[in-house]
């Protein structure tokens, strides 16, 4: 055996042939003392490999060493590939593997959760439960404890392949329309957004903070001269809320560009953007979200090839219509912003689309007033099935108004002031916008838990692994 073969390719075309494998011993069954089979994994995929007595070959010792293997310890084997003629149930290859060789690479032990158990959708526990057999449902907080062994499930091997897909697709487009890709820091002097949600720190005995956004400095960087650009990186958030959706560090998508004329040529590049990307991802990671559905079902996303922009004031008047009272000149809650998505859904047959012209008083200071009515701002949020994704606007460049805007929000200006002096020397009309990755994803597969989206979840009550 002269080379590797994935699991994965191994098909009835090796028929016969010698191959060496390498991977997880899922499942382990003795059939009295002349054989085993071992189901081995690799990358989400997997083959039941058969060890028999045989004279030259498998010993009854080698037999029973292997009725001993303890699941998820990864092993080596060497085989030949045999198609059987029944077809072979709970496995994704329809070869087996005789065994010649067996080592046993790393030993699992003891698992504290069963990885079988915790890859089952809710109707298949269910069933399971129904039909007597003994499965223990791993809820939430235990997935999370034993994080490295939750991750091993097909659906999570899907999440966070379609999660580099965003990122790729993200870099990609951006990179083909003309943006350049940046890294703003992420020790900072005051709070970027403005809000009391910042992790504080001690600087060198100076006060600091942890960055809640590229905001303050991507900005700086089109005052820079570096005209359209773009970061993913780490933001952090001292965030209260023990919600589905928040996080205290999720990675942010962000993106900062000069505008010629109008906030909107901001917006057309979020549409056509995530098109492309909902497009690749339905395209590219079929097989994928097939694994992310069969554990958590879903429909695919509704979207429309041009992205749908409806004004806020629209979009209050639609609440309105079906008989929910809002603020016009406050926020939408949550529960709004998804009755709204679910009332654009019936008219407009899309479950992504963009709402701008909100008011200025629910925006953050940096946001730009409209010209014609300062009570809105040239902003948008963008939703995904009725949950925010992306908050955008175009920002305010004169440095006199910047600093007044500062203060009514009650913003010390001392922390921010070489952010408002980057300012002074000239600055061009721009405008962006930030996007909660793990949020897309989650969306985009129906999740109900930004923690599924999440590698390594930090909330205000997790902090491990
Ligand atoms: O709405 P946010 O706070 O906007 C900004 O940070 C602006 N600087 C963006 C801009 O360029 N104007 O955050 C942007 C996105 C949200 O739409 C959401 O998807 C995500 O970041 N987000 C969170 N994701 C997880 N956990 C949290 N606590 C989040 N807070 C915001």
């Not at 060493?65 to 149930?89: F, N, Q, T, W």
């Not at 919600?243 to 917006?267: A, N, P």
């Amino acid at each position: 055996v002269s080379h590797w073969t994935e699991v994965g390719s191994l098909t009835n075309a090796l028929e016969n042939r010698s191959v060496l494998i390498r991977g997880r011993a899922q499942t382990i069954r003795a059939v009295g003392k002349n054989m085993a089979f071992v189901v081995v994994r690799e990358r989400g995929f997997t083959v039941q490999c058969v060890a028999t007595v045989q004279p030259d070959t498998v010993s009854r010792q080698m037999v029973k060493y292997i009725a001993g293997l303890s699941r998820e310890s990864i092993i080596d084997i060497e085989g030949v590939v045999s198609v059987p003629s029944v077809e072979i149930k709970g496995t994704t290859q329809q070869v087996e593997v005789q065994v010649r060789k067996l080592y046993c690479v790393s030993k699992a032990a003891v698992l504290p959760i069963n990885i079988e158990d915790a890859a089952r959708s809710d109707v298949e526990i269910e069933k399971a439960l129904q039909a007597g057999e003994t499965l223990v449902r791993v809820n939430q907080d235990t997935r999370l404890n034993n994080r490295v062994l939750d991750l091993r499930t097909p659906a999570n091997q899907g999440i966070f392949r379609i999660q580099s897909q965003v990122g790729n697709i993200f870099r990609q487009f951006l990179i083909s329309e003309g943006f350049f890709e940046i890294h703003s820091p992420k020790l900072i002097a005051g709070s970027s957004e403005g809000g009391a949600a910042v992790f504080r720190l001690n600087y060198k005995g100076q006060e600091a903070c942890l960055a809640q956004s590229p905001q303050l400095h991507k900005q700086m960087a089109i005052c820079g001269d570096f005209g359209r650009i773009f970061e993913i990186g780490p933001v952090f958030r001292a965030e209260d809320s023990f919600t589905h959706r928040h996080l205290c560090e999720f990675t942010g998508l962000d993106v900062e560009m000069e505008i010629k004329r109008h906030y909107s040529e901001v917006m057309d590049l979020v549409g056509r953007l995530f098109v492309a990307m909902f497009d690749s991802l339905n395209k590219n990671c079929a097989k994928e979200l097939e694994a992310v559905a069969r554990q958590y079902p879903f429909q695919p996303l509704k979207y429309l090839p041009e992205t749908l922009c409806l004004k806020f004031e629209e979009g209050v008047q639609m609440l309105k219509e079906s008989g929910v009272e809002v603020d016009p000149f406050g926020d939408l809650n949550t529960e709004n912003e998804r009755k709204l998505g679910l009332l654009v859904l019936e008219k407009y047959g899309t479950e992504f689309y963009i709402l701008h012209r909100y008011p200025l008083a629910v925006r953050p200071f940096y946001t730009m007033p409209c010209h014609d009515n300062p009570a809105y701002s040239n902003s948008f949020d963008v939703f995904i099935r009725g949950e925010e994704i992306i908050s955008g606007a175009q920002r305010v460049h004169v440095p006199e108004f910047l600093t007044e805007r500062a203060q009514a929000c009650g913003i010390d200006v001392k922390t921010i002031q070489t952010y408002i002096d980057a300012f002074r020397y000239g600055a061009p009309p721009h405008g962006g916008f930030g996007v909660g990755l793990e949020r897309v994803v989650m969306l985009f597969c129906g999740l109900n838990n930004i923690r599924k989206t999440s590698l390594f979840p930090r909330d205000p009550l997790r902090l491990a692994p």
